[in-house]
């Protein structure tokens, strides 16, 4: 493929409502979390759920932003500043998360790969109003 042909379908992408883009990219990157964290539990064991959970959260993050830069926000430049800021958006989302996965197997099911199936998408929804309100607002698009 040409480097021309490249951008336009990478501009094309971009121009999907956002929203669109994060339900896609953004099932891609809980797919990948989960998979972590269900190997993490398989190797560490149930009991440890939420060091599994810090673990996932630490090795899915830098996966995410470079998906979120590219493909959910599209913006350009501005990495260090963004991947900063995407920090504490992870910071916040992975408390969140946390808190969830906590309730879930101590209140709703004692099964940590539901608990965290479900916590992950929950969480999902207040990461994404904070990557698009705090790490990637006011960029120029690519």
């Known amino acids: ?25 953004g099932g891609y990157n809980a797919a990948f979390s ?28 830098v996966f995410s932003f470079v998906n979120q830069k590219l493909f959910v926000f599209c913006t350009k430049g501005n990495w260090l500043k963004e991947y900063f800021k995407c920090c504490t958006t992870w910071l916040i989302s992975y408390l969140c998360n946390a808190l969830i996965l906590e309730f879930i197997v101590r209140y709703v099911t004692r099964n940590v790969y539901i608990g965290q199936f ?3 998408f929950m969480a999902s929804v207040i990461t994404y109003i904070l990557f698009k309100h705090f790490a990637f607002k006011h960029h120029e698009r690519a």
């Open 1 to 25: 493929m040409n480097k021309t042909l490249i951008l336009k379908l990478y501009n094309k992408w971009c121009s999907i409502p956002d929203k669109v883009r994060f339900l896609l990219v």
């Open 34 to 61: 989960y998979i972590i964290f269900a190997i993490a539990v398989f190797l560490i064991g149930h009991q440890y759920y939420q060091v599994c959970v810090a673990l996932q959260w630490a090795i899915s993050s």
């Open 118 to 120: 479900v916590s992950i």
